[in-house]
Structure formats: structure tokens, C-alpha cells
């Protein structure tokens, strides 16, 4: 029985868990949504959220508690500054596990963890188009954008030097009375 044994090993060492669990807390705070596998995002909830529990209370010692598990002093100002007066007054439950299937080279389940009041931070995919429907509808701005670029690839070719044109050789006419062929000679025997 495992009463009271917090955490799964992942397949690594205490050490080698560790700086995975702050490389992958790194990453989620300084991202705000992360894709691993299922076993590695349930392993970082319990991670991540008592640091972010730490983190609202602004004083010296929650600094260096959260500098302690985080190695880049940007994401940690960055969590004092914006993350964790944007989750306010939430009790808890900071992260969201959202299993996506199994990976196509080995089979591992896969999942994204993301931060709650951020769902909204990443760009929505472009919905797929699906037969009989039109592509969808562009905005003023991306027409622009791409008209711009057209711009500049058609002002870069004209100011590009023109490629020299290959001189052709003339060709041999073949009439009905004489046939122009190729002869090679075969390789004589030394010797002989």
C-alpha cells in the first residue's frame, strides 16, 4: 500500500525529477499553457500550485521560496507582477489538464496544461475548412498584410540582376538520305 506517498517517480532519479518539475513550472508560468505528456502535467499541478499559493503573499520570504523552484528571475517577477493579481481572490485550482489522445511515435498520452485565467492568451487555430463551405472571411488587416508582402517579393524581383540567358547550340538537321549518328569506340585490350 502507498499511504501517504505523495507524487509519482516518472522514471527519474529525485534529482533529475526535480529539475524536470522546474524546467516544466518555467516554462507554464513564462508560457502560460504547455504541451507534455498526461503523467508529466498531473505531476506539475501539484507542483506548480502551492508556488503560486506562495507567490500572493508579496513579502522577502515568498520571493526566495518561489525563487527557489523557479531558475529564471523574469518568470518570477513576472508572477509577482501580473499572474498572480490576475488570478486575484481563486482559492485554488489554478491549472487545467486537458488530455488530447496518445502521441503518434510511442504511445504516451498527451495533455496540455494550462493556467485557468489565461485560456484566452493563445491564438485560436484557423477552423479547418470542411467540403462545400467557403474559406473563411479574412479581416481588413490580414488583406493589408498580405498585399504588402506581395509588394515587396514583386519589388525584390525586379530589383534582383537578371539571369543571363544560356546560348543554345545549334542543332544538326536530319535528312531522309543521311542519318547523323553517334559511334563510340570501344576500349582496346593493351597488349594486343
Known sequence: MRHGVKGKKLGRTA?????????????????????????????LRGFVEPIITKAKTDSVHARRYVAEKINDRAVVSELFAEIVPKIGERPGGYTRVVHLGQRKGDGAH???????????????????????????????????????????????????????????????????????????KSPQKKGS
Open 110 to 184: 498527451m495533455a496540455i496544461i494550462e493556467l485557468v485565467d489565461y485560456s484566452g492568451v493563445m491564438k485560436p487555430k484557423a477552423p479547418k475548412k470542411v467540403k462545400g463551405e467557403e474559406a473563411p472571411v479574412e479581416t481588413p488587416e490580414e488583406v493589408k498584410a498580405e498585399e504588402k508582402k506581395e509588394k515587396k517579393t514583386k519589388a525584390a524581383k525586379k530589383t534582383a540582376a537578371p539571369k543571363p540567358k544560356k546560348e543554345k547550340a545549334p542543332k544538326e538537321k536530319v535528312t531522309k538520305e543521311k542519318k547523323v549518328t553517334k559511334t563510340t
Open 15 to 43: 534529482s533529475h525529477r526535480l529539475a524536470t518539475l522546474k524546467v516544466l513550472a518555467t516554462s507554464l508560468l513564462q508560457h502560460k499553457k504547455i504541451k507534455t505528456t498526461a503523467a508529466k502535467a498531473k505531476a
